[in-house]
Nanobody, 115 residues
Framework: QVQLVESGGGLVQPGGSLRLSCAASRSISGFSVMGWYRQAPGQQRDLVSTISSDGTTNYADSVKGRFTISRDNAKNTVSLQMNSLKPDDTAVYYC?????????WGQGTQVTVSS
């Protein structure tokens, strides 16, 4: 079990940037995958990006080239740099830590992209 706390969400104009951070309550080195999902109102929770313990990254097609995920096992944090934000990126963003196929979730942080 691990507690995950997201931060860095907020209101930003289209074309702007935000950096989300996820702090874990204990070491994340044992989690095979860390990542970010998002859920817009009335929608399912969708994958945004993941990073494996070996540093392999994966991105949803809708964010490729705009978002960058990073993982710091020494600080027990995972970050998501989001650039060129669009209104369609508006959602609650959730951090996840995966081990043996089981997801641990944070409480989420709201990202709103609007002029």
């Amino acid at each position: 079990q691990v507690q995950l706390v997201e931060s860095g969400g907020g209101l930003v104009q289209p074309g702007g940037s935000l950096r989300l951070s996820c702090a874990a309550s204990r070491s994340i080195s044992g989690f095979s995958v860390m990542g970010w999902y998002r859920q817009a109102p009335g929608q399912q929770r969708d994958l945004v990006s993941t990073i494996s313990s070996d540093g392999t990254t994966n991105y949803a097609d809708s964010v490729k080239g705009r978002f960058t995920i990073s993982r710091d096992n020494a600080k027990n944090t995972v970050s998501l740099q989001m650039n060129s934000l669009k209104p369609d990126d508006t959602a609650v963003y959730y951090c996840t830590a995966v081990k043996w196929g089981i997801h641990n979730w944070g409480q989420g942080t709201q990202v709103t992209v609007s002029s």
